[in-house]
């Protein structure tokens, strides 16, 4: 498999392989990057695989493993591409599009309010677009949670959620629904609602090529892809850290 692979990939460096991970296919690490390839090599797989049975980012706990400090979002920097010799989109990019990293911050306030939900309080607001099946997006929720800042949560389904994040936004109480969304649970929903403010949190972040999750805006439109620890969310929402 590393020969046909150095044949198939010559300029890419292969520094290991694992096909005893998942079953069905073999893990490769090229450096700090990360794809997937059938046991035959011929088929090469480029995005996050996801366990629906334990509801975990596989994909995104090896990025974090290989390398604590990277982005864990699926969308920018070297973590998130493949870094093979070939033209090919982004992990989770289905277009190929370009990752932004600084956005207009009037966009972002023009987008719906029934997309949103708004939680916290303090003189910062962040935006953060999510997954609730995203289990480094339940870990930053639980992040923001302890910091004085004003967090507006915007759902996009990335992993199949979309029936979730409706069943969100038409709750009666929406920050309550935000939790149980996160913990797995039941969500206590009202009636039908307008959820149009989703479709507008997902052209949005496909057009600035938010391919993974979580992402966080900052109010000048700054942009982070990934999960971050508490002490750099700190220093980067006051705009002391880059």
């Known amino acids: 498999m590393q020969q046909a692979l150095a044949e198939r990939l010559p300029k890419t460096e292969i520094t290991a392989i694992d096909c005893e991970k998942i079953e069905g296919v073999c893990e490769v690490q090229a450096r700090q990057n990360l794809f997937y390839i059938d046991h035959g090599a011929r088929y090469l797989i480029i995005g996050r695989v996801y366990d629906m049975e334990t509801k975990q980012d596989l994909t995104a706990a090896r990025l974090l493993e290989m390398n604590p400090d990277m982005l864990i979002g699926g969308g920018g920097g070297e973590s998130a591409s493949p870094g093979v010799d070939m033209q090919a989109p982004a992990a989770g990019d289905a277009t190929g599009g370009s990752i932004d990293d600084q956005i207009d911050p009037r966009a972002l306030a023009a987008l719906p309010q029934n ?23 339940k870990r930053l929720h639980e992040t923001l949670e302890t910091l004085n800042v004003k967090v507006v949560e915007r759902p996009i389904s990335v992993l199949g959620t979309r029936p979730i ?25 009202g009636s039908e609602c307008d959820t149009s403010g989703l479709d507008a949190n997902e052209a949005f972040a496909r057009r600035h090529g938010f391919n993974g999750t979580p992402v966080i805006v900052r109010e000048d439109g700054a942009v982070v892809h990934g999960y971050r620890p508490r002490e750099f969310l700190e220093s980067w929402i006051q705009g002391s850290a880059s």
């Open 115 to 137: 997309g949103a939900v708004v939680m916290g309080r303090g003189t910062k607001t962040v935006t953060v677009f999510s997954d609730f099946r995203c289990g480094y997006c």
């Open 165 to 189: 994040s409706e069943a969100v936004i038409c709750s009666p109480d929406k920050r309550r629904a935000v939790n149980q969304a996160y913990d797995g649970g039941s969500i206590t929903t």
